[in-house]
């Protein structure tokens, strides 16, 4: 299994953005796992995910951006719950947004895929009404200087949404030691590479020190009891042998029969937070 660039960057206008997810350098076997996966991580919890976004301030028209949109399921869905208004997909590799160009756009009216960072959309000024940042933040070397390209693209009292995780709140029981020693090379792995597994707590203070107003935060749980234990998994733990290289692959296969035999429970929190602009 290949593991990730260990450079960490890629260029977009002429500027080195850093980051800990690298699609381009997965193996062509993992890059299709990855997809299966991120497309089940669009799809079986999006009704939960659209009432928290409502709650948030998405609301129907306008114009929405999502920040890190990837191959572009989540944007194709947020078109279909916010026509007659616009989506905008921005994504720093260009692999994904092929895909999404190919799959989603054909599908779904109402939806364009841009080329551009967390850092530098090259959206115009005060473009959007409302923007959203869905597990991008955990791989951000400068979650500052993307909440200042958030607050240009947003229009004088529009809202942002950021949905990311934090590892504190992951766990499996009966504990699992391969479980518990793969969370922990993932999460340092991570971090040499400019990201951030505990990103979930920080953003309430990220988003108050960027200058945004009327910031609020939720921690949505996901559990294998609403998922199935291998399908929680498949979402929460297959991509850490992804960050850790080849060695994770053993201990990916001990947890999932570990889990298999003890009947595990596993739930994680993934915090929502967001602010107006």
């Given amino acids: ?19 800990s997810y690298q699609f381009a350098g997965f193996s062509e076997s993992d890059r299709h796992a990855e997809l299966r996966r991120l497309r089940a991580q669009a799809t079986l919890l999006w009704e939960r995910e659209l009432m928290l976004l409502r ?27 916010t026509a007659p208004g616009r989506v905008i997909g921005v994504d720093v590799c260009e692999e994904l947004l092929d895909i999404a160009r190919e799959v989603v756009e054909p599908e ?3 939806v364009r895929f841009v080329h551009g960072s967390a850092y530098s959309t090259g959206l115009p000024d005060a473009c959007a009404d409302f923007v959203y940042n869905r597990m991008l933040y955990q791989h951000l070397d400068a979650p500052a200087k993307a909440l200042d390209e958030v607050r240009r693209i947003l229009r004088p009292g529009g ?51 960027a200058g945004f107003t009327d910031v609020t935060a939720e921690v949505v749980s996901v559990s294998s009891l609403e998922l199935g234990i291998t399908t929680f998994l498949d979402l929460t733990t297959q991509f850490k042998a992804l960050q850790c290289g080849a060695d994770a692959a053993d201990l990916v296969d ?17 915090f929502a937070v967001s602010g107006t602009a």
């Fill in 1 to 19: 299994m290949q593991g990730f660039d260990r450079g960490g960057g890629a260029d977009v206008g002429g500027m080195t953005v850093a980051r």
């Fill in 108 to 110: 779904q009216g109402g």
């Fill in 55 to 81: 709650r948030a301030g998405l609301a129907v028209g306008g114009t929405t951006v999502e920040v890190g949109c990837g191959p572009g399921f989540v944007a194709g869905s947020l078109a279909a719950a």
């Fill in 159 to 209: 809202r942002v949404c950021l949905v990311d995780v934090d590892d504190a709140w992951l766990s499996l029981y009966p504990q699992c030691d391969a479980f518990e020693r793969l969370t922990a090379a993932a999460r340092h792995a991570q971090a040499e590479r400019g990201g951030d597994r505990h990103i979930g707590r920080k953003l309430p203070g990220l988003l108050s020190a």
């Fill in 254 to 270: 001990e947890v999932y029969r570990f889990a298999a035999d003890h009947d595990a429970f596993g739930v994680t929190g993934v």
